[in-house]
DNA sequence: CTGAAAGCGCTTACAG
DNA sequence: CTGAAAGCGCTTACAG
C-alpha cells in the first residue's frame, strides 16, 4: 500500500538510515540531502509506519483504559480527561468495556494481555486482588477508585470514605433524622460502595444516631432507573427517610424522579446528596448537591504514574489520594424557594 | 521482556513454524508435539506479540472512533456502542476527541493518518469535504452523522430533515403557534444543525406559519449551558415561544433548566422537544420528549460498512439511514397533571 | 507432519 | 555526514 523507507531511499539515491534520519529530525544531516530527502517523502506521500516502529521499540504507544462503561457519565467524563492527559504526551487510548462485571475472560481476551498495549489503567470492580497482581506481572497497571488489596498496584482516587461521611454529615446538619443510603454492593468486600458505606455509618454514629439496615438500600448497577427503583423502595417503609445520600449521581438522579413523581418536594420533604458531579447535576431541577471529585488530577495522576512505569520505573506501589469537594445547590438547600416545573 | 516465539521452540525442541502452527490452532501437528509446545508456552508464559503480528499483516486489527467529545452523552453512548459491534469482530478501538473543532492538526497527529489504525470512523463536523477526500485516500472511512459532500465516503446517519419535521410538527400539533429552534449552527453549509433547520421551516411552512429568525437561536457548542443560555434570550423577546424544538437533548435539558428556574411551567406555558434520546431526558422532570436515532444500529452499521472497506471492498460511496422515532414524554405531553418538585 | 529462510518496515550500533 | 547489515517477533510460501 504506501511507501516505506526503501522506497524513499530508492528515489532519493540515500540510504534508509539517513531517510530514517531525516524523517526524526536527527541533526547531521547535510540540507541538500535533507532536501532531497523531504521531496521523495511528499512526492510518494510517505507517512512512517507505526507498527513497525513499534515493534522495534518493543512498545505500541497504546495505553488502555478499561472501565465498566462510557455510558454512565462519570467514567465518559474521566474518559475524556484520560484521552486528553495521554495525548498532551504523545499517547492514544483504546477503551475497554468492562460492563461492570470485571470479567476476565473480556479483559484477556481484548488486548489488555495480549500485549498490544503498554500498559492498562483500570477501574479494578469486580477484580480481585489476586487477577490483579498476576496481571500487574504481565503489564504496568494503575487502579482507579478504590484499593482492591494492599499494595497490588498504583492507585488514584479520592478518600472515599471522608467524602461520604461529609455528605452524610451535611444532610444530618440539615437537622434530617431519616438519613437513606442507596448504592450498597455486596461484590467485593474493598469496593468503593463498601467505603462509602463505612462513611455514611460513621457519620450516623458520630451524630448518635443508630444504623437502620432498613434504610441501605443495594443498587445492582449505579443507573438512574436503579436509584430510581430504590427510591421507591424507601418510600414504601412505614417510617420513610427525610433525605437520602447516594453512592453516585446517577442514582441520585433517578431518585429524585421517583420522589418528584411521588408528588414529594426536593428538598423540602426529602433532601439527596449524590458523588461524582457529573454535568446532569448542575442541570436538573432541583440541581443536585454532590461530592466533586478532581476528575482531571485523577486522569493526571493516573496517564503520570503508568507512563512512568511504562518507562521502567521499579517503585513500590504508590497511591494518588486526589482532592474532592462537597457542591452544595438545591437538593440540599432549603433556604431556597420552590418551584413548580410542570 | 516476554517470551518469543523463537524461545518457545528452542525450549521444546521443535521450529517456530510449528510453535506458530500450535499458537494459531492450526490442525496437522502431531498430539506429541502440540502439548510439548504447550508445555513450554505455559512454562515460559508465553504470550504472541501483536505488534509484530499486525507488522506481518499489514495492519493493526485497531480501528478509530473521532467524536467531538466524550462528555457529551449522545457521543458516550454511542461510543458504547461502536465498542461493543467492534468487539463482537475482535477489533479494538482507539477514541480521537476533536473538540468539536474537527482541528486538522489533532486528527493528523493523532495516529488517523499515521497508520497506527487500520479505518475510522468520524463525526466529521467542522472538516469540510476537501480534507475528508484526502483522507479517504489514506484511510478507509466512514462519516457519521450528516453528509459533507456528495459520495465522499460511507455515511451511516438519520433523516434529520424528517426528524426535524416531525418533531416540529408534535409541537405545532399541540396547538402551539411560536414554536422556537435552538441549535443553529453556521459552521458547515451541510452540517447536521442545517437540515434539522431546513426541517424545522418546512414544518412551519406546511402549517402556514411564517417563519420568525428571532425565534432561532445559535448555539455554539451543543451543552446544555449553550441550551439554558439561548432559552434566556428566548424569554427576553417581547414575543416569547410557547414551545421549543433544541437540536439535541443536552440543549433541550439547558432550556428546561432556565424555563423551571424561571417559573414557568413545562409543558403548560413552553413545551419542548430534543433529539438524541440520551438516558438524563427518560430521568428529568418533566420528562423529554426527544426524537430517537437507533443508536446500536448506527454503531453497527458504521463498523460493518469499515470493516467491509478495510478488507478490501472497492465501491462507491454507500449511505445508510438508520431509523429514528419521537419518543413523546412529559415535556409535550400536557395532558399529565403537574407536579411540584421542590 | 516439520524445518530453514525470507520479509513485514522500522531503528541502531558499527564502520567508514 | 552517510551506508550496509542486523534484528524487533511474527507468518508464510517453499522444501522435505
Excluded at 450498597?184 to 469496593?191: E, I, P, T
Excluded at 497511591?319 to 420552590?338: C, D, F, K, M, Y
Aim: aromatic share 4%; net charge negative; hydrophobic share 45%.
Amino acid at each position: 500500500m504506501g511507501a516505506s523507507l526503501k522506497d524513499v531511499a530508492k528515489l532519493a539515491g540515500v540510504s534508509v538510515k539517513t531517510v530514517s534520519n531525516v524523517v526524526n529530525e536527527y541533526r547531521h544531516v547535510s540540507a541538500a540531502t535533507r532536501s532531497r530527502v523531504r521531496e521523495a517523502i511528499d512526492q510518494l506521500g510517505y507517512r512512517p509506519n507505526l507498527t513497525a516502529r513499534h515493534l522495534r521499540y518493543g512498545r505500541s504507544g497504546i495505553i488502555g483504559l478499561a472501565l465498566p462503561e462510557l455510558g454512565i457519565p462519570y467514567f465518559a467524563e474521566l474518559a475524556e480527561e484520560v484521552i486528553a492527559a495521554a495525548e498532551r504526551e504523545s499517547w492514544s487510548v483504546l477503551i475497554d468495556q468492562t460492563d461492570g462485571r470485571g470479567d476476565r475472560e473480556r479483559l484477556t481476551s481484548s488486548g489488555a494481555r495480549s500485549r498490544t498495549i503498554d500498559g492498562l489503567i483500570i477501574s479494578p470492580l469486580a477484580l480481585d486482588a489476586e487477577f490483579l497482581t498476576a496481571m500487574r506481572a504481565d503489564l504496568p497497571l494503575v487502579l482507579l477508585g478504590e484499593q482492591v488489596g494492599p499494595g497490588i498496584a498504583d492507585l488514584v482516587a479520592i478518600d472515599n470514605v471522608t467524602a461520604a461521611r461529609e455528605a452524610t454529615e451535611h444532610l444530618l446538619g440539615l437537622g434530617r433524622r431519616r438519613v437513606a443510603a442507596i448504592g450498597d454492593q455486596r461484590v467485593s468486600a474493598a469496593g468503593t460502595a463498601n467505603v462509602r458505606l463505612q462513611g455514611y455509618r460513621e457519620a450516623l454514629a458520630a451524630a448518635g444516631i443508630a444504623y437502620d439496615p432498613d434504610l441501605v438500600v443495594p443498587a445492582e448497577s449505579y443507573h438512574r432507573p436503579d436509584g430510581a427503583a430504590a427510591m421507591r423502595l424507601l418510600l414504601s417503609l412505614a417510617d420513610p427517610p427525610d433525605a437520602v445520600f447516594c453512592f453516585n449521581d446517577l442514582l441520585a438522579l433517578g431518585a429524585l424522579r421517583t420522589l418528584l413523581a411521588a408528588g414529594l418536594r426536593v428538598p423540602a420533604d426529602v433532601a439527596i446528596v449524590g458523588v461524582d458531579d457529573i454535568e446532569d447535576g448542575r442541570f436538573s431541577t432541583p440541581t443536585l448537591t454532590t461530592v466533586a471529585p478532581d476528575k482531571t488530577q485523577i486522569a493526571e495522576a493516573a496517564v503520570t504514574m503508568l507512563l512512568e512505569r511504562v518507562n521502567g520505573l521499579d517503585a513500590p506501589p504508590r497511591e494518588v489520594i486526589a482532592p474532592h469537594a462537597l457542591q452544595v445547590r438545591e437538593s440540599t438547600n432549603t433556604v431556597a424557594g420552590a418551584r413548580c416545573p410542570m
